[in-house]
């Protein structure tokens, strides 16, 4: 649990008649037998919420969204999904709950073109393709000219765009995103944050890891501090940006609000 002066995250008074939809409930979790990375660590993200999840380098902020998806063992607690208990639930049963991943590195195939990419997104549903590229193609619309280029050819912000895409091929309710904006430029991380808010707004829970803390804050409905593989503080975006124990140990003067 949260040890935060902050809303505490069981009942955010901004979203309070929204149900949850993911609830990490105090897990713990690791890769190796007797090693834990995760702690008693929570989270919860309210039906349309965009989550914010921030924190040093080795927090356990990637290790956390892999233990929702089912890539590392959860020893301890509970993860549901719109309430039905989802703990160790393998990536692929995920997927076919709605929940869709964009890992922080190797997230695209290199060798395959961006719709042979785009394709493996939804070869669990392949009936559902053209639609579907249609909706991705919306949000990038880069990517419709470039169907047929190789992924491993493009740059670092066109292959984040095409992870994304391929995650949103099966037409996902919840994203978890792992450092949508990690080796981009000024500019493009600005996009990507534009692209995150846009596919959230069409209705997409989004979860979403970032190491640009202050413009995640910023763009974020709700926060997580993660400190040590535990929830050390959580809040609105806005309160956590403002939080002088948030500001001294996770942001230093970039922490400011000056908006
Ligand atoms: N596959 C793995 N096997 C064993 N330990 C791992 C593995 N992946 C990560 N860890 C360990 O788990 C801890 C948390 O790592 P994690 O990648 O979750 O941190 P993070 O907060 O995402 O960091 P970063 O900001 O650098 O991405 C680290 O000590 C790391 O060494
Ligand atoms: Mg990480």
């Known amino acids: 649990m949260t040890n935060s002066s902050q ?3 069981s009942a955010p008074a901004a979203v ?29 993200a309210y039906d349309g919420e965009l989550i914010g999840i921030i924190g040093p380098n080795g ?4 290790t956390l969204l892999k233990s929702i998806f089912g890539l590392v ?39 395959l073109t961006i719709q042979e990419n785009l394709e493996m997104g939804i070869f669990q549903k392949p009936k559902g393709l053209s639609e579907r590229l249609e909706f991705v193609t919306e949000i990038f619309p880069e990517l419709k000219k470039r169907l047929g280029q190789r992924a491993g050819s493009l740059s670092g912000g066109e292959r984040q765009m095409v992870a994304m895409s391929r995650a949103l091929m099966m037409g996902p309710h919840v994203l978890l995103l792992d450092e949508p904006s ?26 979403m890891v970032e190491q640009n803390a202050r413009r995640c804050l910023q763009i974020c409905d709700r926060g997580y501090v993660l400190d040590q593989g535990h929830d050390a503080y959580t809040g609105t975006g806005r309160e956590l940006l403002n939080d002088p124990k948030v500001i001294g140990l996770y942001l230093g003067t970039l922490g400011q609000d000056d908006d």
């Open 7 to 9: 809303t505490p995250a």
């Open 16 to 44: 309070s008649t929204k149900a949850a939809v993911v609830e990490v409930d105090d897990i713990t979790a690791g890769y190796l037998p007797g090693v834990n990375i995760l702690t008693k660590c929570s989270l919860t």
């Open 59 to 62: 927090a356990g902020k990637s």
């Open 73 to 111: 063992k959860v020893r301890e607690g509970q993860i549901r999904l719109r309430g039905d208990d989802i703990t160790n639930l393998k990536a692929n049963k995920l997927v076919t709950k709605g929940v869709g991943f964009v890992p922080q590195t190797e997230n695209v195939f290199p060798t």
């Open 182 to 207: 990690a080796g981009l430029s000024p500019v493009r991380q600005d996009e990507a944050f534009l692209r995150v808010k846009e596919i959230n707004k069409a209705g997409v829970t989004t979860i």
